[in-house]
T-cell receptor, first 116, second 107 residues
Framework: KAGVTQTPRYLIKTRGQQVTLSCSPISGHRSVSWYQQTPGQGLQFLFEYFSETQRNKGNFPGRFSGRQFSNSRSEMNVSTLELGDSALYLC???????????????FGAGSRLTVL | EDQVTQSPEALRLQEGESSSLNCSYTVSGLRGLFWYRQDPGKGPEFLFTLYSAGEEKEKERLKATLTKKESFLHITAPKPEDSATYLCAAPKDKVIFGPGTSLSVIP
């Protein structure tokens, strides 16, 4: 059974650029959620998509956005990159929505973004 | 404000030295308490879900327990391969993760 696939695994950008990260969930999983992980802040929730609709959003500026396609694949975009956006970006998929409490998250290996 | 905290921040154990990791939560309407393990360079991997106070779950050398305010992850006779960061999390509209405990098991 294929796991959650994130691409690219590593990328380097400069301030002011934008970046798009991709996440392919486990087959049959309809929820995709995104997280930012940094040494100082830990794992922070960015947003969740379920059935192509954003269901919830964390406390991040509007520069962070995402979308989900009909096949449940998801992308997140960060525009006007800042040095502080350097982080490991993780996506996770689950069968149902996060707020049900019953859905285990399966994480990808992450995309490590470095902003210079 | 809903919050999940973990202690200690880091723990260093000799192989075979049992210990416990703590996860304290103040989350209204708790819908479950999750434990994940994260190895360097990888995403977190699911370990356990606990739903009600008094519940316990075991997997190999790990046992997770839940009270009304805390969850504990007990590690019995750990091995070096148990070295990882252990995260607890509470789902609501979003998932609230604790900061994690970095465990090192020394041979």
């Amino acid at each position: 059974k294929a796991g959650v696939t994130q691409t690219p695994r590593y990328l380097i950008k400069t301030r002011g650029q934008q970046v798009t990260l991709s996440c392919s969930p486990i087959s049959g999983h309809r929820s995709v959620s995104w997280y930012q992980q940094t040494p100082g802040q830990g794992l922070q929730f960015l947003f969740e998509y379920f059935s192509e609709t954003q269901r919830n959003k964390g406390n991040f500026p509007g520069r962070f956005s995402g979308r989900q396609f009909s096949n449940s694949r998801s992308e997140m975009n960060v525009s006007t990159l800042e040095l502080g956006d350097s982080a490991l970006y993780l996506c996770a998929s689950s069968v149902g929505q996060i707020n049900s409490g019953a859905n285990v998250l399966t994480f990808g290996a992450g995309s490590r973004l470095t902003v210079l | 404000e809903d919050q999940v905290t973990q202690s200690p921040e880091a723990l260093r154990l000799q192989e075979g030295e049992s210990s416990s990791l703590n996860c304290s939560y103040t989350v209204s309407g708790l819908r479950g308490l999750f434990w994940y393990r994260q190895d360097p360079g990888k995403g977190p991997e699911f370990l356990f879900t606990l739903y009600s106070a008094g519940e316990e779950k075991e997997k190999e050398r790990l046992k997770a327990t839940l009270t009304k305010k805390e969850s504990f992850l007990h590690i019995t006779a750990p091995k070096p391969e148990d070295s990882a960061t252990y995260l607890c999390a509470a789902p609501k509209d979003k998932v609230i993760f604790g900061p994690g405990t970095s465990l090192s098991v020394i041979p």
